[in-house]
Nanobody, 123 residues
Framework: VQLQASGGGLVQAGGSLRLSCAAS????????MGWFRQAPGKEREFVAG????????VYADSVKGRFTISRENAKNTVSLQMNGLKPEDTAVYYC?????????????????WGQGTQVTVSS
């Protein structure tokens, strides 16, 4: 799977952004998708994940209630709608895919990664 993330940018605190990830290659609908983020000097951390059907999602506590992950298998895309952005959400955001049968919070269990897109939230 090749992944291409887009949609990052600069936004004021309280604002919104929508990230998109376009996938190509192997059958997209068979993989679980996730979003991770990495702030300067910090480890890459799990943000959200979604099963192949889209029925099941998992969120990090820090974004629960503010971010929404979704996917359109027909278009081979996964999105992350980010509302109520905070300065601490500033990071490079990566989409990732795993062939595991469950949503993993561990970055090492994701086989495929996009190139990352910068999100900067000003206070």
């Amino acid at each position: 799977v090749q992944l291409q993330a887009s949609g990052g940018g600069l936004v004021q605190a309280g604002g919104s952004l929508r990230l998109s990830c376009a996938a190509s290659g192997r059958t997209f609908s068979n993989v679980i998708m996730g979003w991770f983020r990495q702030a300067p000097g910090k480890e890459r951390e799990f943000v959200a994940g979604i099963t192949w059907s889209g029925r099941n999602t998992v969120y990090a506590d820090s974004v629960k209630g503010r971010f929404t992950i979704s996917r359109e298998n027909a278009k081979n895309t996964v999105s992350l709608q980010m509302n109520g952005l905070k300065p601490e959400d500033t990071a490079v955001y990566y989409c990732a895919a795993t062939t595991k049968l469950f949503i993993s919070l561990l970055r090492d269990e994701y086989n495929y990664w996009g190139q990352g897109t910068q999100v900067t939230v000003s206070s």
